[in-house]
């Protein structure tokens, strides 16, 4: 922020109105209800981490699994992001059932039959 203060309003007023929108919206927000949290999440699991927006894929992934039934992620296979958040113990940090999908444009039966067992099975 040191670096870009005159984005700095910008941002607060950005954050500002991602909480009215999440507000207006109740349970069925997809949006944090504190965006702090996100940080404290991603600060503790993965602090200098800087690969694929993988601190916010995994703060969002922990933050949603304690107001969700289920999370499901979508990442490309050839993408390293997604192995390093499962190293960094994505699945086991959720509370909720993670499903971890990795596609590279192959949308076939088997990717089919895998999301309806996981939706089943929640």
């Not at 997809?30 to 200098?48: G, H, R, V």
């Not at 590279?104 to 895998?114: I, Y």
């Amino acid at each position: 922020m040191d670096e870009n203060k005159p984005s700095a309003g910008w941002l607060d007023q950005m954050q500002r109105q991602m909480q009215t929108l999440g507000n207006e919206l109740g349970a069925h927000s997809a949006f944090a209800e504190d965006a702090e949290t996100l940080f404290l999440i991603a600060d503790s699991a993965l602090p200098n981490f800087s690969g694929g927006n993988g601190r916010y894929r995994y703060a969002k992934a922990v933050e949603l699994s304690g107001r969700t039934n289920a999370v499901l992620t979508l990442a490309p296979r050839y993408e390293n992001t997604a192995m390093i958040l499962d190293m960094r113990g994505l699945h086991d940090a959720c509370s909720a059932p993670l499903f971890q999908l990795s596609l590279d444009n192959d949308w076939d039966e088997t990717a089919w039959s895998r999301l309806r067992s996981f939706l089943y099975y929640c």
